[in-house]
């Protein structure tokens, strides 16, 4: 079995992840990594979606117009560490450092990288970047369960997956089918954060739910650690499109509470995880004792 490598000076890489697109990921992504920087940890937050890297726009450091020859380069070669000097310097936003491949095309333009390519850039990208010491490096992964998922679970040691659902059952078992690809990697899963969950009413702030509530029993899903609940509030999508995370710009809204109290929750998941990971590890081996000849086995043997 090939061996994860852990990357240099990061104290917890955490990924995080959905088997649907557009049930706020990236914004669950954007606000995780705001609120830990504001409860006064070091983060950074890489955009692992190549197809639509919807961060720079999230955090409002977009890049509108193409690259000079209208078509982006991205080489993918490197597996090790660069030296320093000849790593990228991520921006730095609200206090996170930020590295997305939104920052080297226009936000019209697309990549089409092969799937397999996927893997090899999100790696270019952690590896390439002079991340320096962080506390918390958050990846916001693309849907699903392919590339650049197989390639980090199978290269990289991932401290903590945080899966992002909302409540219909259509999304519930896709994420199921994340939950699986994670835990098959060993990949700890440290919660689900439910985004979506009923509607803030802009003129009365009732909570109304809109979405219906999955009835059905998803097994493994039930099991994990609810994060967070995170109602729909249309001011969210109105600060994500201008480039404040709901975190910065209405810090005492309930969406901006609930996500301060889904990362405090991902802080002490983590830390369950840890102690339950050494606890393991640490166990004494159980000694096995000698084996004896027991009367009788010599017919038993002999019966055979
Ligand atoms: P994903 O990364 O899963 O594709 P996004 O984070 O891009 O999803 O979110 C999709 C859209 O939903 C965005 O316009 C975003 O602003 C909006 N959105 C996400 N979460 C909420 C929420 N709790 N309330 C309101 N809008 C939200």
């Not at 959905?18 to 705001?34: F, I, R």
């Not at 994990?224 to 995170?230: A, E």
């Amino acid at each position: 079995m090939r061996q994860t490598k852990r990357l240099e000076h990061i104290g917890a890489l955490l990924v995080v992840g959905s088997g649907k697109g557009g049930v706020g990921k990236s914004t669950v992504s954007v606000n995780l990594a705001v609120a830990l920087a504001r409860q006064g940890h070091s983060v950074g937050l890489l955009d692992g979606d190549a197809y639509g890297p919807s961060i720079p726009m999230m955090l409002g450091v977009r890049k509108r117009t193409p690259g000079k020859e209208g078509q982006a380069y991205l080489p993918l070669a490197e597996r090790q560490e660069l030296p320093i000097e000849k790593k990228l310097k991520p921006l730095l936003r609200y206090g996170i450092k930020i590295m997305s491949v939104g920052f080297f095309i226009g936000e019209e333009q697309a990549v089409a990288p092969m799937p397999d390519a996927l893997g090899l850039l999100i790696r270019q990208l952690l590896y390439s970047v002079d991340w320096g010491a962080l506390d918390y490096l958050i990846i916001d992964l693309p849907p699903g369960t392919s590339e650049p998922q197989a390639t980090l679970c199978r290269e990289i040691s991932l401290d903590g997956a945080v899966l992002v659902t909302t409540p219909q059952d259509i999304a519930r078992i896709d994420t199921s089918k994340a939950l699986a690809m994670f835990q098959a990697a060993k990949v700890p899963v440290l919660g689900v954060v439910q985004n979506m969950d009923g509607l803030l009413c802009p003129h009365c702030g009732e909570q109304v739910e809109i979405f219906p509530r999955s009835q059905e029993a998803r097994v493994l899903l039930d099991d994990l650690t609810l994060l967070g609940r995170i109602p729909l509030d249309p001011a969210a999508v109105v600060s994500g499109d201008k480039g404040y995370p709901i975190i910065v710009s209405m810090p005492d809204s309930p969406v901006a509470r609930a996500f301060i109290d889904a990362a405090e929750q991902v802080t002490v998941a983590l830390a369950a995880k840890r102690a339950e990971h050494s606890a393991s590890s640490t166990e004494p081996a159980v000694e096995q004792p000698e084996e004896q000849e027991r009367p009788g086995d010599d017919e038993a043997a002999e019966e055979r």
